[in-house]
């Protein structure tokens, strides 16, 4: 007699809390690899890698709150994840028309690009900052 095999589905929430420093990025980008892997969501990696870096580090450089954490969930729904980066600054990201030279200010547009217009946003928090959240889906971009 076969013993029968049961098997539960991923959580479908991953929370993770970083320190405000450019280190964080990187760790962040390899826990939603490892993440999305588990999910069998392996392709969106190279996508969703993208968006959640440039969200990381729209975070680090201009939402330093001293003694504070970014916090990063990755929620699945349907066949896409919901990247979500929180922190505890008020200031909202604006998208920014960099000029050719610049070598800054294309984070938020590279993220549109990605992910669609209506994909992505920016949400007030109960309390004290903002997350800003991005939907990528299988087929690429957003909803």
């Known amino acids: 007699m076969e013993t029968p095999v049961v098997t539960t589905p991923p959580e479908p929430l991953v929370a993770s809390y970083w ?3 450019p280190r964080s990025v ?3 980008r390899h826990c939603l690899r490892a993440v ?3 999910w069998g969501l392996g392709d969106l990696a190279e996508v969703a890698e993208l ?3 440039e969200l990381v580090t729209n975070s680090v450089q201009h939402a330093r709150v001293r003694g504070r954490l970014i ?3 990755f929620v699945r729904e349907g066949e896409g994840v919901r990247l979500e980066v929180h922190d505890a600054s008020s200031r909202r990201p604006e998208v920014h028309r960099a000029g050719a030279d610049d070598e800054r200010g294309r984070g938020l547009a590279l993220v549109d ?3 669609g217009p209506g994909s992505w946003g920016v949400s007030e928090r109960d309390g004290v900052g903002k997350l800003v959240w991005a939907y990528v889906a299988v087929g690429g ?3």
């Open 26 to 28: 990187s760790r962040a």
């Open 113 to 115: 690009a990605l992910v």
């Open 36 to 38: 999305l892997w588990k």
């Open 19 to 21: 320190a405000c420093t």
């Open 51 to 53: 968006v959640l870096t």
């Open 71 to 73: 916090e990063t969930r």
């Open 141 to 143: 971009g957003g909803t």
